[in-house]
């Protein structure tokens, strides 16, 4: 059985500016699944997409047959919403930011040539310079995600 993704993307707000990054561990598939440490691994990301219900925020990928770029996931680090990123070329111009449900995946691989993606559903709140990042809950009974007021 397949995994949508290997860890959890972290998401967070550091001088008004939107953070994105990656969980300190991520699953590897083996014979047994077991869990790699970013510290512990050279993780590079090959692929970014920030996502609403209905369109692509911002999308970034290394281009096809290119290794992937020189960033470099690591614990506490941010990449910065809509920042360009050495070795990735933007398929998605970034949209400006919006209150709402959002998704972050971050497609990489580490130096053993092993999947490592992240994933998060989240809720932006507030405004520029001034975003707060919350939980998107699920509505009972329905695939709908939204925002606490």
Known sequence: MSRHHDGEAR???NDGVL???AAETYEVSSFLSSS???DQNQVDLYALQVNQPSTQAWELS???GKKPSAVRL???GCIEYGQPLAGLETQVP???LA???YEVFLQASDQKNRRAWFYKRFCLAGEAGAWMVTQARREDGTQSWH???
Do not use: F, M, S, T
């Open 11 to 13: 998401v967070w707000v």
């Open 19 to 21: 953070c994105l990054g």
């Open 36 to 38: 790699a440490r970013l």
């Open 62 to 64: 290394a281009a096809q």
């Open 74 to 76: 690591e614990p506490g």
């Open 94 to 96: 970034p949209r400006p």
């Open 99 to 101: 209150p709402g449900v």
């Open 147 to 149: 925002c606490d007021e």
